[in-house]
């Protein structure tokens, strides 16, 4: 109680009655101490002990049974399990690694007790990482927060009927249907709009988007990404079918020799858009190699603002997803600070960072 001690009497014992019954100390349905033998423990008198008990009282975590006693209530076994958050996200890496921990920062901070399960390897060891997250998900969570993306096994979702709160994080990409769930989604569209805006705005007009293969599925990240780029072509009334244009690269494998065919082209791009600051490691590499001065000769922004920005040769410009909103979102709907309905989807606006990898294209001024 030492940190309570400026605060009365009463709230003191109130606190840490509160707190023994959350530790576990007292279980639902125990008899707590008599306000006798509280009054001995703490050394107050008996209408502080009451004011005590009557305030808990009210807030459903005793019960007064007459001559029996206080009792810890039996709902206290429910405020237990709503307390527990289970977590369905990547938990590695510059963006989600730091991303999780802040959540699970948060969570307690809201006295949510948070289980995280690391999703990093689905799409690698598919079936071997489902079995992990049916196991997760066979315990009781009182809140699930998962990131949507599209290898996620959602049909497992479909099977887990005992949790008050399903809240989808970051991405929500699938053609089931959760009405119950609210999402808290990272805006792709606005992020690709921020990128190539800023890019058009500083005079590029042949720019080069450095992507993941966009998937089939209508509902896939990466097609949001490309309807915002073309939407900033379109605002500026340019046509992206002239000054855009679209190039995959491979995660698992070495990109430099298409990027050295690209960037040594006589109508090579002035400006590459590439989704993952990791990514334009290669393009600087390459640039090297072929003597183009960045950003002088080209201009890169990258995406997610991650820490692998100030560790190029010239800082990266990149788009900040602005993880802090959404968590800070997810801890209001949880906190009941903010209203949101059951289905409602909350688009969260990235912002982008300006550092010095952006230039003019010299050869448009002149």
């Not at 096994?153 to 479909?158: K, N, R, T, Y």
């Not at 769930?181 to 990128?195: C, H, N, T, W």
Request: hydrophobic residues 40%; neutral net charge; contains cysteine.
């Amino acid at each position: 109680m030492e940190e309570l001690r400026y605060v009365p009497k009463y709230i003191q014992i109130k606190k840490n009655l509160e707190r023994q019954i959350k530790q576990g100390i007292y279980s639902p349905g125990d008899r707590i101490p008599t306000e006798f033998e509280l009054t001995k423990m703490y050394g107050v008198s008996r209408i502080t002990v009451t004011n005590a008990i009557k305030e808990l009282v009210n807030e459903g975590l005793l019960v007064r049974a007459g001559p029996k006693g206080t009792f810890v209530s039996e709902i206290e076994q429910k405020i237990k399990s709503e307390s527990i958050a289970g977590l369905l996200l990547p938990a590695r890496g510059h963006l989600f690694g730091e991303f999780s921990r802040h959540l699970v920062q948060n969570l307690h901070a809201a006295d949510y007790y948070s289980f995280v399960c690391d999703t990093s390897l689905l799409a690698r060891h598919f079936r071997e990482e489902k079995k992990k997250i049916q196991r997760f998900l066979s315990a009781e969570f009182g809140t699930l927060i998962v990131d949507g993306v599209s290898i996620f096994p959602f049909d497992l979702l479909l099977q887990k009927k005992d949790i008050d709160r399903l809240i989808f994080i970051f991405r929500f990409e699938t053609s089931l249907l959760f009405p119950q769930a609210i999402k808290v989604l990272s805006d792709y569209d606005e992020g690709g709009y921020l990128a190539v805006k800023h890019l058009l705005e500083l005079g590029h007009r042949k720019i080069l988007v450095w992507t993941y293969e966009p998937q089939p599925e209508p509902y896939f990240y990466i097609h949001s990404l490309l309807a915002g780029c073309r939407r900033a072509f379109r605002e500026s009334r340019l046509d992206p079918g002239e000054s855009f244009s679209l190039e995959t690269y491979d995660p698992e494998r070495s990109n430099e020799e298409k990027l050295t065919k690209i960037l040594s082209g006589p109508d090579r791009p002035t400006a590459i858009f590439a989704f993952g600051d990791v990514r334009c490691g290669e393009i600087f590499s390459v640039a090297r190699k072929l003597n183009l001065s960045i950003p002088e000769d080209l201009a890169i922004v990258g995406y997610y603002n991650t820490p692998w920005c100030e560790k190029f040769d010239v800082p990266l410009t990149s788009i900040s997803v602005e993880e802090e909103s959404m968590v800070k979102v997810v801890r209001y709907i949880l906190e009941d600070k903010m209203d949101f309905a059951a289905g409602e989807t909350i688009l969260i606006k990235p912002k982008i960072a300006v550092r010095s990898s952006c230039g003019a294209d010299k050869s448009r001024k002149k």
